[in-house]
């Protein structure tokens, strides 16, 4: 029988401090900066200085060193920095660690020429919705969410599936890391309202953000599960309410509940018992 070869540790063996003092605080500054700049189309030095609550000379010396590894790139003429092929390429070394990307593609594909809608695929991040990929319709009045973008777990379809099928402490520990803002005046804002809610998602196994976000628009979303059961990506159609009626929810709804069971199947995953 061959020895056991023991596996390097991925920090000192003695090191269990997470406390503010023991991070390097000027790397600390840098993913602020690096956030800043993802966060738009193009910014100005005094913008990501604003932003990122920096100087603006303790902004540029991050960006020039950001820059240096590709990870941020200045446009010249205009003056502004965006973010750099290398963010990039570390972004998906992410997505290529879990295969629901890549299992989840061709799935969204079919659903979308099946009903001419938008499909999502998200997480939920520190008490965020965040899309991780999207299959476009091509109609020229559409939802779009470019991979990367955040959103409210509370008035998200993919969030509210999310939710629904956590465990309750999870949920409310998620809930708790985020407002529950009212976006529009269909927005479910109330502990009881959104209990309630969860309680009618688990049962029919989807969830519908019926413009609680954006006037307007509407999504149905449902779930995908990984192999110990637990609720870790979601699945949405979205577009504009005059197409996605409330008269199509239930069909939508079952078209996507099977999406979702679909992917989970692809990545080895089960729904939870019970």
């Not at 965006?82 to 992410?94: D, T």
């Not at 269909?186 to 309680?199: D, F, N, P, R, Y």
């Not at 628009?217 to 197409?243: D, H, K, T």
Request: charged share 20%.
């Amino acid at each position: 029988m061959a020895p056991q070869v023991g596996r390097a540790r991925g920090r000192p063996r003695s090191f269990h401090n997470t406390a503010q003092n023991s991070l390097i605080q000027s790397l600390d500054r840098a993913m602020d900066v690096l956030k800043v700049v993802a966060g738009g189309s193009g910014l100005s030095l005094t913008e990501i200085a604003d932003r990122s609550g920096q100087s603006a000379s303790t902004a540029y010396r991050i960006l020039i060193t950001l820059e240096k590894h590709r990870v941020v790139q200045f446009d010249e003429p205009a003056q502004l920095w965006h973010v750099g092929l290398e963010a990039f390429r570390i972004g998906s070394s992410f997505l290529g660690r879990t295969s629901i990307v890549e299992q989840s593609r061709p799935v969204m594909q079919r659903i979308m020429a099946e009903t001419g809608e938008t499909a999502n695929l998200a997480i939920i991040d520190r008490g965020e919705v965040i899309f991780v990929s999207q299959v476009e319709t091509h109609e020229p009045i559409r939802a779009f969410f470019r991979p990367g973008t955040r959103g409210p777990v509370h008035a998200s379809g993919i969030g509210k599936a999310l939710l629904a099928f956590l465990p309750e402490i999870q949920a409310q520990t998620i809930l708790k890391q985020g407002a529950q803002d009212a976006y529009t005046d269909k927005t479910i804002v109330s502990g009881e309202a959104l209990a309630a809610e969860m309680a009618t998602i688990r049962t029919r196994g989807w969830a519908i953000d019926d413009e609680e976000r954006t006037p307007g628009m509407r999504c149905i979303a449902a779930p995908i599960f990984n192999q110990f059961g637990e609720a870790v990506a979601g699945v949405s159609l979205s577009g504009p309410a005059f197409r996605i009626t409330p008269k199509r929810d239930a069909d939508y709804g079952v078209l996507v509940r099977k999406a979702a069971d679909e992917i989970t199947r692809a990545i080895g995953g089960m729904p939870p018992r019970g």
